[in-house]
């Protein structure tokens, strides 16, 4: 059993910036990805981001505006989230096989 748990998350003006960290508990080879989910009110969970040693992915409403990344020594992935809108706000959950994370609530809001 590996457990995910995220931080990070909090009330940001728009066009402001968060980081997200994700830390596992047990060891995840780098060649399995490590991703971000967010689902909205009403809406369904979508990827945002993933990352493996070989591919990055990004949703394409956050491409240039977040940064997806992995630090395979400490078993931790990080979303760093600029330019943010008021469409991001979201449970965000940080995910690797079949584990997920308790989600990190980000709002967005002036």
């Known amino acids: 059993q590996v457990q995910l748990v995220e931080s990070g998350g909090g009330l940001v003006q728009p066009g402001g910036s968060l980081r997200l960290s994700c830390a596992a508990s047990?060891?995840?080879?780098?060649?399995?990805?490590m991703a971000w989910y967010r689902q909205a009110p009403g809406k369904q969970r979508e990827l945002v981001a993933s990352i493996s040693s070989t591919t990055t992915n990004y949703a394409d409403s956050v491409k240039g505006r977040f940064t997806i990344s992995r630090d395979n020594a400490k078993n931790t992935v990080s979303l760093q989230m600029n330019n943010l809108k008021p469409e991001d706000t979201a449970i965000y959950y940080c995910t690797s096989v079949r584990y997920w994370g308790q989600g990190t609530q980000v709002t967005v809001s002036s």
């Open positions: 047990a060891f995840i080879p780098s060649f399995l990805p």
